[in-house]
């Protein structure tokens, strides 16, 4: 999947606002002004945090070479998903997912 793909993906879902707290070089989406995506801009290659259940996330690190411990985040929390296709599009999809409906409690 492709940075701009993912873009596309993720804003495209009810109520996800962009915004750049960090700076201008790390984008972050929020729904209801929660964080659900991280994406740093220049990243190589690129990647982007995700917010996950803490025993899937375990389960997903072991499973896939590109999703390790969330960088600069909560390990236990949040995930960091290269795409440099170790990880297959439908299960970036479905983190994204994941991500957005944990940030709204459901």
């Known amino acids: 999947m492709t940075l701009a793909a993912l873009l596309d993906y993720a ?8 915004c750049f707290p960090f700076g201008p070089d790390v984008l972050v989406l929020k729904v209801h002004g929660k964080s659900y995506l991280l994406i740093p801009l220049e ?3 690129p ?5 996950c259940d803490p025993e ?3 389960e ?3 499973t896939y070479a590109g999703i390790l411990p969330g960088y600069h985040m909560n390990k236990k929390h949040w995930n960091t998903i290269l795409l440099d296709g170790s990880v ?3 299960m970036i999809r479905h983190v ?4 957005y409906e944990l940030i ?3």
Do not use: M
């Open 104 to 106: 709204q409690g459901r």
């Open 11 to 18: 804003l495209a879902k009810p109520s996800v606002e962009e």
């Open 60 to 62: 997903l690190r072991e």
């Open 88 to 90: 297959p599009p439908q």
């Open 43 to 45: 990243a190589d290659p």
């Open 96 to 99: 994204i997912d994941h991500s």
């Open 56 to 58: 899937w996330a375990l």
């Open 47 to 51: 990647r982007f945090n995700a917010k």
